[in-house]
């Protein structure tokens, strides 16, 4: 979000250094001034990416768990083993 702010982009691109290719190093932005809230707003900004990254982990542990329920019952059900009804009861 920072790097997006225009006034940054104007600071870090006057000290681009033009070659056949146009180069932004890592020391022209160490150099660069970043303005940070306070802590407090700062968790309070994070706070809803927090939720989203909660729902991530949450969605890829249910996925995991799904692939492997797939991979356990899928080759039982082709083979006869069981049966779909069966496997609704178990659930």
């Given at each position: 979000m920072w790097l997006c702010?225009?006034?940054v982009r104007q600071e870090l691109f006057a000290n681009v250094v033009h070659a056949v290719q146009a180069n932004l190093s890592l020391g022209i932005i160490s150099k660069a001034k970043i303005r940070l809230p306070k802590y407090d707003r700062l968790l309070e900004l994070f706070e809803p990416i927090d939720l989203l990254l909660d729902k991530i982990e949450h969605n890829e542990e249910e996925s995991r768990t799904l692939g492997s329920l797939r991979d356990s019952l899928l080759p039982k059900l082709m083979r006869g083993?069981?049966?779909?009804?069966?496997?609704?009861?178990i659930l």
């Open positions: 702010l225009d006034d083993e069981v049966r779909v009804k069966d496997v609704e009861e």
